[in-house]
Each structure stands twice: as C-alpha cells, then as structure tokens.
C-alpha cells in the first residue's frame, strides 16, 4: 500500500462524543458524513495514545509497559487516542438554490466553534433612504436579527455593515456607514457567526466527528470543537486553517474503502477583491450598553495589502470518569481574537489611537456579494496593541503600516430576542436558504 490519496469528512453530532446509551462507546451509525473540499496535506492519521507511566520500583535499568489510559469491553482493552484534527479550505459559500449552512460542511465546521443565527430574510430593498446608516425596509423591519452582518453592492464593490437596531420606527439602522446612497439597492443578510455571549456562554452550535479515508485505512474522531481558526490570503483567495480538539480517535480501518470525493458548494469563493477594509470613524460603545439608540458610526476605508485574522477558543473537559472520552463536554471558556493588517497606504487619522485608547470598529469584506455569496468578518469594538505611528520601511519598495487589533467589549446593539447583540466578534457567509 503506497497510494496516499485521502479524504476528510465532517458529520455532526447529536450528542457530544457520540456515545450509544448501551455501550458507552462511539457510535457513527447515526453520523451524516459529508466529504471536505480541503487540501489534502493537513490530513494524516490523528492523534496519540494516552497513557499512563509505571515508575515502579525495580531490580535493573530497564523499563516496563505503560498503562493505556481508556475502558474495557469485552475483557479487552478500547483503543483510545486523543489529539487534534487540522484543515484547510477556501469559503466557497453555498450559492443558490435550497442549499443552507445547516445542512452543510462549512456550518458543520464554524457550527462546533461558534453560536450562528440565520434569521429570516435573505435579501430586501431599500425602499426609504433614510441616511447613511438608516433606511425603511421593505420588508418588516424586525424580521433583521440585531448583531447580524449585511452587505449592499455599490458603485460595483461590496460594502458590509452590522445591524445595531432592527425597530427605529419601522426602519433599521447599521454599522459603520456605507459610502453612498443605497435607495432602492439590495441588501443581503448574511448569516453570522458569533462566540456564545451571556447565558449562552461556554456553548457551540454543536461538536462534530471527522472521518478520515484512505486507501487500506479508516479513522474517526469524536468530540470534536473548534480550538482555532485562522484567515489568510492566498493570492487574494481567503483560506480558513482550522484546528479541532478532539476527545477521542479511534481506527476502523479494516472497514477502509478509499478516499470519498468531496462535496462541493455552488457559490462562489471568498476573495479579498471588489469589496473593501473599514474602519469606523469614531469609537463604539464599548463599556456601557446603548439604552435607546444602536450606534451609527461613519466609516474610513483602508488600504490594505494583507491581513491575518486568528480566533483561539480556550478549550476545558467538564472531566468525568463515566466514559472512554474521559469527559461529559468541552466548554469554550475564553476566546482571543487578534486581526493583523498591512497597509499599503498610511493612514494618518488613526496615528495615535493606540495611546489614545481608542477602540474602532473593523470590517474586512470579501466578493463577489449576492444570494448564497460574499462574506465579511467584523470586530465591532476594537483596540490596537501596536503603535500605528511607528511606519515600516523595512522593504526596498514602499512604506508600510502595520496595525494588531484585538476585540474588545462592544455595547452599541438594542438588544433583541437574538443572542447576537453585543457580540465581540462576527464572521457571516452569504445565504440563499
């Protein structure tokens, strides 16, 4: 056997670890799994074996066997390892049609890492231009979900923004501003993405398995939860790398039956092209919450020649000795967020935010937008860590600014019936269903 061909699937799982009532022990019987259109090299066979060392005392400079660190059925010993699961892809969306995230491998994926809310409208048109960051909808205003990212199509670029109010006298009202007059244009909702906030803190959507194929060997993961997530460009084509804790990896590989051609979205992929980097204007509510009015920040458009985008969730085991997985869940119990920028054109106004304080918003867009396409991330309440005054000049071409924001705690959504509001950190993907 020599051929290294392989594949990696996704499936979700109902219950965390996926253990059957009778045995205590995984069961993918009742797994979906949906091959993964990621680069093949970050998929190997995962994990460790844990176990636990004998130090006894002994006669002579030899060692002995350690322990495996598992249960027992059937009088023998369950294979048990532990580890992470790594990928990478493109965020090719879902297109149109009847396609939806919960019933696919990118939802699955950013599903076992964030909380997400859809909400119900796709798309609408402006039908009253109110200002820069207000209108009347055609719709009902209060069918948007507050904290939810949408985009607008203007002068050929794709321009995204936050809902902070979705009930200002039948109008709703966004964050930072788009740059022209809209009226009568599409908006699209995306949907969002967002770490559990307030009584939802700790959760995810869900935990997923990982199924890896190969020629003459099979492995499954368990428990899965995203550890982190990592944005960059490959030539303009933004790439997620994304690394998986898993609490349990067992083979199968008498069961092998090859890789399994992966599953491709109908959308288009995210591209850091026709769209653009913004900051607002001025500061967000940040430490106090907006009791009347969401915030309706103005916006300044950057220069950017590159950007890395890191998510890290702190993972803990609830710990428990009642299965093999050795826990009942993993909670989410910190996220850090930290976006790096290169700008290819110093920006001047925002020189002296790092010793100000000051906190922006910050929303980098991607194209093509329409239904089932386009994307942005945004940290609504952002600080800087680096002094932007300080230029590079280290290249032989240009100057350069290199700005580090983190998230900080953002308070200019109205809250509404989503947990959505207020969160530090959003990623959406265009929908059609």
Request: proline content about 5%.
């Amino acid at each position: 056997m020599s051929v290294t061909h392989r594949s990696l699937s996704v499936a979700v799982e109902s219950s965390f670890g996926s253990l059957s009532p009778s045995t205590g022990l995984p069961d993918n019987s009742g797994l979906t799994y949906v091959s993964i259109p990621c680069e093949r090299d970050p998929i190997i066979i995962y994990g460790d074996p844990v176990v636990s060392e004998r130090t006894d005392a002994r006669d002579g400079t030899y060692s002995l066997p350690p322990e495996p660190d598992t249960v027992w059925s059937g009088g023998s010993r369950v294979r048990r390892r532990t580890g992470q699961v790594t990928l990478r892809l493109d965020l090719t969306t879902v297109g149109t049609g009847s396609a939806a995230y919960t019933t696919n491998y990118l939802g699955y994926l950013l599903g076992a890492g964030f909380r997400t809310v859809a909400g119900t409208l796709q798309s609408d048109t402006v039908a009253v231009y109110q200002n820069a960051n207000q209108y009347t909808p055609t719709a009902t205003s209060t069918d948007y979900t507050v904290g939810s990212l949408l985009g607008v199509n203007l002068n050929g670029r794709a321009e995204y923004g936050a809902i902070t109010d979705d009930d200002v006298s039948g109008d709703v009202t966004f964050s930072p501003a788009f740059s022209a007059n809209y009226d009568g244009q599409t908006v699209y909702s995306l949907q969002t993405w967002y770490p559990g906030q307030r009584t939802q803190l700790g959760t995810t959507a869900h935990s997923v398995s990982f199924r890896v194929d190969g020629v003459g060997f099979r492995s499954y993961a368990y428990g899965c939860r995203l550890e982190s997530m990592q944005l960059s460009l490959d030539n303009g084509r933004v790439m997620a790398d994304l690394t998986y804790q898993a609490a349990l990896i067992q083979d199968d590989h008498g069961a092998a039956v090859g890789p399994i051609e992966p599953v491709y979205n109908s959308g288009a992929p995210c591209f850091f092209r026709g769209s653009y980097a913004v900051i607002s204007s001025t500061s967000p509510t940040s430490l106090t919450d907006a009791s009347s009015t969401g915030d309706t920040l103005g916006r300044i458009a950057l220069d950017v020649d590159d950007f890395t985008l890191t998510v890290t969730n702190t993972l803990t085991p609830q710990g428990h000795s009642n299965s093999i997985l050795a826990m009942s869940d993993m909670e989410v119990s910190d996220v850090d967020v930290e976006l790096s920028l290169t700008l290819s054109t110093i920006n001047t106004t925002i020189n002296n935010d790092f010793f100000n304080r000051t906190l922006r918003q910050v929303v980098i867009g991607f194209g093509p937008l329409g239904l089932g396409q386009g994307g942005a991330f945004m940290l609504p309440a952002a600080y800087l860590t680096t002094d932007p005054s300080k230029y590079d000049p280290s290249g032989n071409d240009i100057t350069r600014q290199q700005l580090t924001y983190k998230a900080s705690r953002f308070g200019g959504d109205i809250a509404d019936v989503s947990e959505t509001y207020n969160t530090p950190f959003r990623i959406g993907l265009g929908r059609q269903a």
